[in-house]
Structures are given as C-alpha cells and as structure tokens.
C-alpha cells in the first residue's frame, strides 16, 4: 500500500529545543518537499530536494534544515532559529519534475 | 505577494446544487494547475488539474476551466454532496525555476444537506 507518511500527527516542544518531523514514502518518488500551513493561509514551501543528497531553500527556509540521505527519506528539523515554529507542516513527493504532488497527513506542532 | 489567490474564503451550496471555486493568478508563466481538498488535520488530496494548453477538464462531478487571457480558473462541482464540505486549494505551476507549486489561501465550501 504505496503512501507518505508523516509522523507524529502531534508534536510539542518545549520553546528554545530543535525538533524533527519525519517524512518517509514508498512510492518511488524522486522529488520530495515540504510545506507550512498556518491559519487562513495557502501552503508555503520550506525545502525541496528532487534527487538524493541535494536539496534547495523554498520560500521560507529559514530556521529550518533538512537533510536527503535516502530516496525515501525527507526529514525536517525545525530549529530553535524558528521565531514562529507552531504551524501544520506537510510533507510531498511527486515523479521527478511532474507536477502533480501528493501529500502525507501532516504533523501538528505546537511549541509551548 | 500572492501569485495564487482564491478571494472567497468560504462557500455554502444546498446539496445537489453546482459548487463553483474560483481561483486566479497573476504569473503568466504558469502553465499547470492542479485544485486539491483538504479536510481538517488531514494532508491536501489531489483532485483534478489543467494545463494552459486546455481551456477544460473533466473528471466524474468535477470539472474545471481554464481562462488564460483573464489569468482565471474555476472548478465546478455538480451535483455537490455533503462529503464534498472540504477546504479546497488551488495551486498554480511555473514550466521555468523552482520545481514548485503556488498555492491560494483556500476556499472552504460547506454542503448543507
């Protein structure tokens, strides 16, 4: 059953702590991303990477890293560089530069 | 500056009746469009998408429409039922730069049975 997962759906931490989001699929995608959604907002590119060991700054990069070590495998760390880290943050992946993606089920965080 | 912009946060539409989300642009450059559902907490479902080489796509209920000279794309939704109540997005592709996608805000349509 080919799919994005993202996990936990819920996330808090503690304000000042680096955290990190998991995003792994199984659908061979080569190109993967993430986004932010914030309340009454479209979704905002953080970091995408379309193949291995390379990835480049979305729109809002900044106070967040990533890192690309296996096809399958997208995590984001969010940092304490974050100034406004509580967010609904979403993982995708699609076919190399096609252009539909496909997203996983979102992570929750919420910094206390 | 929002390239993407759906400017009706919210719809309601009597089941049954056609549901029509608008969406528009401002990037002449954008030459795929793509409208996904979101229910809450949940990761936006892809729904139908149009290239700018079309002025018309169809699948099942869902239908969208592409007006290139007015930067203007709408989906329409016919009969809309109650499971359709989602937040749909409108997203827009450039064929040039950054193998990424534009959103809008969103337009949250609300089916009442």
């Known amino acids: 059953d080919g799919g994005i997962t993202q996990s936990p759906k819920y996330l808090f931490r503690k304000e000042g702590q680096n955290v990190t989001l998991s995003c792994e699929q199984n659908?061979?995608?080569?190109?993967m991303y993430w986004y932010r959604q914030d309340p009454g907002q479209g979704l905002r590119l953080i970091y995408y990477?379309?193949?291995?060991?390379?990835?480049q700054k979305g729109d809002i990069a900044e106070g967040y890293s990533v890192s690309r070590e296996k096809k399958e495998s997208f995590p984001l760390t969010v940092t304490s560089a974050q100034k406004n880290p509580t967010a609904f943050y979403l993982c995708?992946?699609?076919?190399?530069?096609?252009?539909?993606?496909?997203f996983g089920p979102g992570t929750r965080l919420t910094v206390l | 500056d929002q390239q993407v912009k759906q400017n009706s946060p919210s719809l309601s539409v009597q089941e049954g009746r056609i549901s029509i989300l608008n969406c528009d642009y401002t990037n002449s450059m954008f030459d795929y469009f793509l409208w996904y559902k979101k229910y809450p907490a949940e990761g936006p479902t892809f729904l139908i998408s149009i290239s700018s080489i079309k002025d018309k796509n169809e699948d099942g209920r869902f239908t969208v429409f592409l007006n290139k000279s007015a930067k203007h794309l709408s989906l329409h939704i016919v009969p809309s039922q109650p499971g359709d109540s989602a937040v749909y997005f409108c997203?827009?592709?450039?064929?040039?730069?950054?193998?990424?996608?534009?959103f809008g805000t969103g337009t949250r349509l609300t089916v009442i049975p």
């Open positions: 990477s379309q193949i291995v060991n390379d990835f």
């Open positions: 659908l061979n995608h080569d190109a």
């Open positions: 997203a827009a592709y450039a064929r040039s730069g950054a193998n990424n996608l534009f």
């Open positions: 995708a992946s699609s076919i190399g530069t096609a252009r539909t993606q496909y």
